[in-house]
């Protein structure tokens, strides 16, 4: 996870593909060795003796780099994330109301299709959201054995998923999925 805030500059490939947040020090790094062209905002103005040096907020790379797709790590964070904070049961997600109170995401967890106690492990095809209460309803079996349906297969994300905390500038909301 990437903490934004106003110091961060959002670094491109030449295909215009978002690779990382990156420092204003790395940032002036790639300016000052010529590897990178401005591409929006003003993520920073550092003062010199004579003049106003402005660090863009988005910097994109002169040359392509390949970056291989490699499938996500797996994380609880990255669970939630792949479905969008939404049970796989009953398909309730954040702000609906459940049991007669607003789910929030603290009300969301991850569910072992097949239980650790039967086996099952911390993968991607294995585990998916669910709000407590179809947690606990399925308990340590099967879905099938608690008579539950899975609203989605749950699959290994294609990329990584770049988790950014914070407030996003609007220069990089162009280029980043939100």
Aim: aromatic share 8%.
């Amino acid at each position: 996870m990437v903490n934004v805030d106003a110091r961060t500059v959002l670094l491109l490939n030449a295909s215009y593909v978002p690779l990382r947040p990156i420092t204003i020090r790395d940032a002036v790094d790639l300016i000052m060795r010529d590897m990178v062209d401005a591409v929006d905002g003003v993520a920073a103005r550092l003062n010199t003796t004579t003049t106003v040096f402005e660090v863009p907020s988005v910097l994109r790379l002169r040359y392509y780099v390949n970056v291989p797709l490699r499938g996500a790590v797996w994380s609880r964070r990255g669970v939630l994330s792949r479905d969008h904070y939404t049970c796989i049961y009953c398909g309730a997600t954040v702000g609906d109301q459940q049991r007669g109170k607003t789910l929030m995401r603290a009300d969301l967890t991850i569910d072992h299709l097949t239980p650790r106690s039967r086996g099952g492990e911390n993968t991607w095809s294995n585990t998916a959201c669910a709000c407590r209460w179809c947690n606990h309803r399925k308990a340590d079996r099967m879905p099938h054995e608690a008579g539950m349906k899975l609203l989605w297969e749950p699959k290994r994300p294609r990329t990584r998923y770049l988790v950014i905390n914070g407030e996003v500038p609007e220069e990089w909301k162009v280029y980043i999925n939100l």
